[in-house]
């Protein structure tokens, strides 16, 4: 009896003894359960994403650390261990199928954006449209008045003889066809003549269109027609001597009382005179004429009855964000032209034209504006432009001179539907009647695709094709540079340490 319930306090006392549980060891038991729970642990990953293999060269690791941390899909798995050859190639094939997809379709996406940015949309809102009135320009056939030759003659000190009077009277009707048969004359210097023949000029009159105000925009200007007046032409100071004189280079900026047509009405008709033996056409007021714009000669003693077929071209504000190449036309404020303070086309051929013949002649002629360092043409000179006169582009645009478009364009054709004679002998004035139709359509240059329809369309191509994001393109650009030099400086670092531990 006495032997049992010895044994029955000692199991009583293992069991609430704080060293024993179940008969084992406490610490014992403690260890084993860290063990197995650190086994079991161990059958789960524990870094983020897939496991990596390990290579041997700086490089791979490298390579390793950033396809296995990077957010580009297909790296991660690429370097993935335990995978078999075929694996790693399949895997390296999609990649490289997905970037080329993601390249071929950014390069289609970026031509649309240089090349096909714009689009022209058509508007027949007709109470909104804002046709400005056409301008006038008036070149006599004979500038000069021989009336005012002696006077003129006198104020310069030019000797009246036959030879002054049939050189000037010449100069007065010069064109690039007639220039071979330039007198030769040189008692007056060349940079004189333009002045000359302001002075020299026939006296047409003014306020021709009977603009009410008087209109401020008419005066005298130089064109390759010779000496012109123009009405309503806002740019036509840019070619006025005064405006070269000066040496002037200020842009006027578009006025906001210009003169617009009341849309609501179908037709309109404006009358004016011109004298005798004169040619005259119509432009865009923000445009001046060149040499192979038509015009309309006159005939003593008739009346002219013409049409005018208004066009318009208008480009939408959010276009001028693209570049000129993308557009493909330039506003007046884009410049970029060395003699004109502004751009438009003409200016842009005009100035191309006088480029051909300073780099064949080397020289300007007296209707071009004048450049410091460059002499303006004399009587040989004039001559040498009639003997090139079929590389100065007359009727036709060459494409070497780069001149685009103008953004907004209005463009007026002339049309001739009757003439009538005048009986009355104390006429000596023609009457032109011109009858202007307006558009019912206008056309605007408006965004197509832009940069942010770039931006969206290359970023869906990349998240479609690589699962990239803004942070995978970041992340490219941090481990090419940043993390790459602190990389380097860190392998260094424990070479240098490998080395002094073997070295002890």
Known sequence: MKKKSVTKTLETTLEKSEYFCENEILPDLRARQRITSREEKSAY???????????????????????????????????????HPIERFLILLCVVGALVCLIVLSNIFWDRYQNNATVIVMDNNQDSFKIPRWSLFICMTQ???????????????????????????????VTYENMMETPIFDKVPANKWLEILYDLKQDIGSNLLSEKPFDPYETWMVTEKGLCLVSRNVFAVYATLNYWKNDNWTAIPVPDNLLYYNTSMDSLTENFNTPYNATFTVSDPFELITYDISMIKTQPKKIYRNTILASQIQTKPNVQELSIHQRKCKFFSDGGLKTWPVYTKNMCIIECRMKVIQDNCNCRPHFARPIDGVNTCNATQLRCIGNIRKKLFLYEYPFFCKCFPNCNVVSYQIRNI????????????????????????????????????????????????????VLSFVEVFYYGTIHLCFYMKRNRKSKKTTKMSKLI
């Open 45 to 83: 990953p524990t870094m983020i994403g897939l496991p990596s293999i390990n290579p041997k060269s700086v490089i791979g690791k490298y390579f390793v650390e950033y396809a296995s941390s990077g957010t580009l899909h297909g790296l991660n798995h690429f370097v993935a261990p335990n995978k």
């Open 143 to 173: 500038t000069i008045d021989p009336m005012k030759m002696t006077e003129v003659f006198k104020k310069y000190d030019i000797k009246d003889t036959p030879e002054a009077r049939e050189f000037f009277t010449f100069l007065g009707t």
């Open 418 to 469: 009757g003439e009538t004679n005048i009986d009355q002998m104390d006429i000596k004035m023609n009457a032109i009647i011109m009858i202007i139709e307006l558009p019912r359509i206008i056309y605007y240059r408006s965004l197509l695709y832009g940069f942010t329809d770039l931006l969206t369309s290359i970023g869906g191509a990349a998240g479609l094709f690589l699962g990239a994001s």
